[in-house]
Nanobody, 127 residues
Framework: QVQLVESGGGSVQTGGSLRLSCAAS???????????MAWFRQAPGKEREGLAN???????TSYADSVKGRFTISQDDTSMVSLQMNSLKPEDTAMYYC??????????????????WGQGTQVTVSS
């Protein structure tokens, strides 16, 4: 059973930074490691929003316009990724989720493409 564990959430003031990490494990049902890992977020009353993804082993990335230039996704290990978040704004407040796709890495950031999800880590940005 795939496990995705997020860490690094917390509370910061506007303009601050946080670094989220996600580690994938237990993917014995798949023949190989994840092809793609991504970050999404969901604020209360809003739809889940795709933020960034990265092709594992290849390094190519995609970003949502809302975070481009402020957030950076990186691969730390064969199945671990991070999301560096700078210049945080109150509207970045949300639950942040890690997701994995073991078959492909599409440029679009659609939650429908990801079958495996973490439990989420809360990010709160105060003004």
């Amino acid at each position: 059973q795939v496990q995705l564990v997020e860490s690094g959430g917390g509370s910061v003031q506007t303009g601050g930074s946080l670094r989220l990490s996600c580690a994938a494990s237990g993917y014995t049902d798949y023949p190989y490691r994840p092809k793609c890992m991504a970050w999404f977020r969901q604020a209360p009353g809003k739809e889940r929003e795709g933020l960034a993804n990265i092709y594992i082993g290849g390094g190519s990335t995609s970003y949502a316009d809302s975070v481009k230039g402020r957030f950076t996704i990186s691969q730390d290990d064969t199945s671990m990724v991070s999301l560096q978040m700078n210049s945080l704004k109150p509207e970045d407040t949300a639950m942040y989720y890690c997701a994995a796709d073991f078959y492909r890495c599409r440029a679009r950031l659609s939650s429908a493409d990801f079958a495996d999800w973490g439990q989420g880590t809360q990010v709160t940005v105060s003004s």
